[in-house]
């Protein structure tokens, strides 16, 4: 059963919602954390901070076992972690028990992600871009999800952290059983001419590395002090700037369904560079114009820029083939964690500067990273090796 690519590929997507969901939850749920831990906003902001660095940089570090490793175990660990979480919440009142809750669900996504990239990656077929697309809107639609657990417990109080946890551990179980069930058919793959040992890294992971952070500041950047911007300037109301970022994630969310197979057919590298040169006159508009204006842009801000998601992790597993859960934890948790750290940095300018020029900065980086990527190396596409790894 779970050897048809389409159930697998189902299976993985499926995980891939419940898990960006589950993790999301403990920074979409903040504002009742604050009134049931009575939480200060130093606190808070040591929440968002553990969560997204841990869960960012653990990735490449939990990835270099994965690769090793033949079957996925780190999927359903990953959940057991979610869910043991979401089981801390419920059980006490402490800030340091509810910064362990959130250093174990960081954990167990960090975990999840390798594993479940590195087994896309194994999937039989050469469209590796509409088969990381598929997988990724399932992450998309888990983070866009979660804010919906802000509502559940408000009806719920603290006991609904016990039913999220279950759903943690319903899908770990499940996950264990998968594991179990399904055939690899291969080990990881040596490189050619490598007498054992791990495949080198290669070096042109680090320019595409340096592109993906760059429009990873962007986009958090802009989800963070573009709404900030407009209250501050334009006197909307937070009831009214929600819609700005959903019209982004939005777009973002077709963006990576695209992405994929125009990757497929016009090269990664060539998707990654068009993208962000297209990404550039839209993002620069953003502190000058307001209203529909500013909403239309935003929408295809994030239609054309996050197109590229899918296209970098299959950009970095053609560069990396012998370490695919590495080369994926490497685009996606590490540049995460560096976008954390800056994002972090361009709060405290603010403080001092102002929102205006800190925005100014953040607009610039899609053309930051559209001149970095004329340092991405090029990949042929599948090759014979590779092939041999999905078979």
């Known amino acids: 059963m779970f050897q048809n690519k389409r159930i697998r590929l189902g299976l993985l997507s499926t995980s891939h919602l419940a898990n960006d969901f589950l993790y999301n939850i403990y920074i979409a749920i903040l504002p009742l954390l604050h009134i049931w831990y009575g939480l200060s906003y130093t606190q808070m902001s040591t929440i968002v901070l553990f969560h997204g660095l841990v869960g960012g940089f653990l990735q490449p570090l939990l990835a270099t076992f994965s690769d090793r490793r033949e079957k996925p175990w780190f999927i359903p660990l990953g959940f057991f972690l979610l869910g043991a979480g979401m089981f801390i919440i419920y059980l006490s009142d402490q800030f340091i028990l509810l910064l362990v809750a959130v250093l174990l669900a960081s954990f167990g996504s960090a975990a999840f992600h390798p594993d479940a990239n590195r087994c896309v990656h194994r999937l039989p077929g050469k469209n590796r871009g509409s088969i990381q697309s598929v997988f990724q809107i399932g992450g998309n639609s888990g983070m866009a999800l979660a804010p919906v657990?802000?509502?559940?417990?408000?009806?719920?109080?603290?006991?609904?952290?016990?039913?999220?946890?279950?759903?943690?551990?319903?899908?770990?179980?499940?996950?264990?059983?998968?594991?179990?069930?399904?055939?690899?058919?291969?080990?990881?793959?040596?490189?050619?001419?490598?007498?054992?040992?791990?495949?080198?890294?290669?070096?042109?992971?680090?320019?595409?590395?340096?592109?993906?952070?760059?429009?990873?500041?962007?986009?958090?950047?802009?989800?963070?002090?573009?709404?900030?911007?407009?209250?501050?300037?334009?006197?909307?109301?937070?009831?009214?700037?929600?819609?700005?970022?959903?019209?982004?994630?939005?777009?973002?969310?077709?963006?990576?369904?695209?992405?994929?197979?125009?990757?497929?057919?016009?090269?990664?590298?060539?998707?990654?560079?068009?993208?962000?040169?297209?990404?550039?006159?839209?993002?620069?508009?953003?502190?000058?114009?307001?209203?529909?204006?500013?909403?239309?842009?935003?929408?295809?801000?994030?239609?054309?820029?996050?197109?590229?998601?899918?296209?970098?992790?299959?950009?970095?597993?053609?560069?990396?083939?012998?370490?695919?859960?590495?080369?994926?934890?490497?685009?996606?948790?590490?540049?995460?964690?560096?976008?954390?750290?800056?994002?972090?940095?361009?709060?405290?300018?603010?403080?001092?500067?102002?929102?205006?020029?800190?925005?100014?900065?953040?607009v610039l980086m899609p053309a930051v990273g559209a001149i970095l990527c004329f340092f991405l190396p090029k990949t042929e596409r599948l090759t014979v090796e590779l092939d041999h790894v999905v078979k």
């Open 149 to 362: 657990s802000l509502w559940f417990l408000t009806q719920t109080g603290t006991d609904g952290t016990i039913w999220l946890g279950m759903i943690a551990i319903l899908f770990s179980l499940f996950f264990l059983f998968f594991t179990m069930k399904t055939e690899t058919g291969h080990a990881p793959l040596k490189k050619k001419g490598a007498q054992g040992g791990k495949p080198p890294i290669h070096p042109g992971i680090v320019a595409l590395v340096a592109v993906v952070a760059s429009r990873s500041i962007a986009n958090t950047g802009i989800l963070t002090f573009l709404p900030l911007y407009y209250i501050a300037t334009y006197g909307l109301s937070t009831d009214e700037v929600w819609v700005f970022t959903f019209l982004l994630l939005s777009g973002g969310a077709l963006g990576t369904i695209a992405g994929g197979p125009l990757g497929d057919r016009f090269g990664m590298r060539h998707v990654t560079q068009y993208s962000l040169v297209l990404s550039t006159p839209l993002a620069l508009l953003l502190p000058w114009i307001s209203g529909v204006a500013a909403m239309i842009c935003l929408f295809l801000l994030g239609l054309v820029m996050m197109s590229t998601f899918s296209v970098s992790v299959v950009y970095a597993q053609e560069l990396m083939p012998e370490r695919a859960g590495l080369a994926s934890s490497l685009v996606i948790g590490l540049t995460g964690g560096i976008a954390g750290i800056v994002q972090l940095m361009l709060g405290v300018a603010a403080d001092s500067y102002g929102l205006f020029p800190i925005l100014c900065a953040i």
